[in-house]
């Protein structure tokens, strides 16, 4: 089942203002701004179905017009259920110019057998930022299903114009490959990947050390931060815990918004 969600962010009279969507089923879009001083977009993605299911295709659309500063939040933990034949995303995000985006998903959870690819294609005109990020789980840990999924795989492409600026490529099948082996979880259970990318002027430089700075209290997480070239910056996360790494992020996300 073909399932599709657009949205439009637009800019007007100095405010961010949901200028144009559409959607079937299971989508619902809801404004979750909380203050109205406040002059920024904030939308809430929320469905009607308990996951993704066998056979499902997701397209989804994301439009940031010029100067827009828009915030998307996910409504709940995302689950894959089981699969013979698996399902797809498909995620487009544009950035024009002087536009700004941030989105951090709550964490995966491939029940059993599940079967998942994932393409997320964002292209970034001039002075914009972006943040996305993303977690996923070995399954149903309190139900014995740890890493009992069959395949997930989630690609990433960056683009400013027509140049790519960074891709990454999360591939998990713990039924062909050990997530206790080196280069893998080695131990962990949950994994964590933020982007954040500017296309501005801003000096990124100190970035990784300010994020570093952030998560250093917290306990049984290792914390990857690196410099994807001069306008990226790439957040690695590791953990035994969705919410916490989720609130991990979501703390990294804040800090960047008010940047």
Known sequence: MINKLSITSGFKQGRSYLKDTFFTRPFRVANVGEHKSDPALYLM???????????DHYEITLTAEPYSRFQLQSQSYQRLFNMRKG???????????????SY??????????????GRNIIRMADDCRLTLGEIITCGRKHSGEVFRFQ????????????QLLLKDNVLLQPQLLSMA????????????TLFYVDT??????ALPD?????????K?????????????????????GGEQLFNCLRKVQQYLWKL
């Open 200 to 205: 501005g002027m801003t000096n990124l430089e």
């Open 45 to 55: 993605v929320m469905s009607s179905s308990p996951g993704i299911l066998d056979g």
């Open 87 to 101: 399902a797809q995303q498909e995620q487009y995000i544009q950035l024009q110019e002087h536009s700004t985006f």
């Open 181 to 192: 082996a080196v280069g893998q979880m080695e131990g962990y259970t949950h994994q964590g």
């Open 210 to 218: 300010d994020i570093h700075a952030l998560l250093e209290e917290e």
């Open 104 to 117: 951090v998903q709550h964490p995966v959870v491939p029940h059993e057998n599940a079967i998942f690819k």
């Open 151 to 162: 395949h997930f795989q989630n690609v990433t492409m960056i683009y400013h114009h027509e």
């Open 220 to 240: 049984d997480i290792a914390v990857g931060v690196s410099a994807a070239g001069q306008r990226a910056v790439v957040v690695r996360l590791l953990g035994n």
